[in-house]
């Protein structure tokens, strides 16, 4: 067994994040699209995603084996909803940019596409927030990428909040929480929805 896959001795955040991505840099590429498949479909069963008109989705990075979203925002384009999508600042926060295509989106310094030209958009217009997560529990709690730019934005606001990530990612044990830490409304994996 590769190392990097054993579960960490000590669950840490840091060591926590290192095992989860290393768990999800391991999958295959026919499972990530058939499971990211089966995460949408549940995604578009919900009603807080039929209902919701501005919805705001993480654009996923293909080369962190992230949940694809693409197939997401199409679908949202699709059904005529307003689809907004997260722009980092130099400030640490998120901004919140319309697009009506991935056509016009440039990878910043991490690789995550982002818009270009795109009208910004107040955060009291979105309905609901797709979040990317490195790992998560059955409390619906979320262990991110350690930069704090979500938890920041969820912070302030009292949108519903859905995490897409693989069942591998699934903590079987609470995760380690902080107090600016944000509890999730919604976790998605391939398998179940989790309430």
């Known amino acids: 067994m590769d190392p990097s896959l054993k579960r960490p001795d000590t669950p840490t955040k840091d060591n926590l994040r290192k095992h989860y991505i290393s768990v999800r840099k391991n999958l295959k590429q026919g499972f990530i699209q058939d499971a990211s498949t089966s995460i949408a479909e549940r995604l578009f069963t919900l009603p807080q995603f039929t209902i919701s008109e501005v919805i705001h989705c993480y654009v996923s990075i293909p080369e962190n084996n992230e949940v694809v979203t693409d197939f997401i925002i199409n679908k949202c384009f699709e059904m005529d909803k307003i689809v907004v999508i997260p722009k980092v600042e130099h ?36 309905d609901l927030v797709i979040v990317p997560m490195v790992a998560g529990d059955r409390h619906r709690n979320r262990l991110g990428y350690g930069k704090g730019y979500y938890d920041r934005f969820l912070g302030s606001t009292k949108i519903c909040k859905i995490g897409l990530l693989f069942d591998c990612q699934l903590h079987s044990e609470p995760l380690p929480v902080e107090i600016f830490d944000i509890k999730l409304d919604q976790l998605i994996t391939e398998k179940e929805v989790i309430l």
């Not at 989106?105 to 958009?121: M, S, T």
């Open 91 to 126: 400030n640490g926060l998120l901004t919140h940019h319309q697009i009506e295509s991935l056509q016009y989106l440039e990878p910043n310094g991490w690789g995550v596409r982002e818009p270009v030209f795109a009208k910004e958009c107040p955060v009291s217009q979105i």
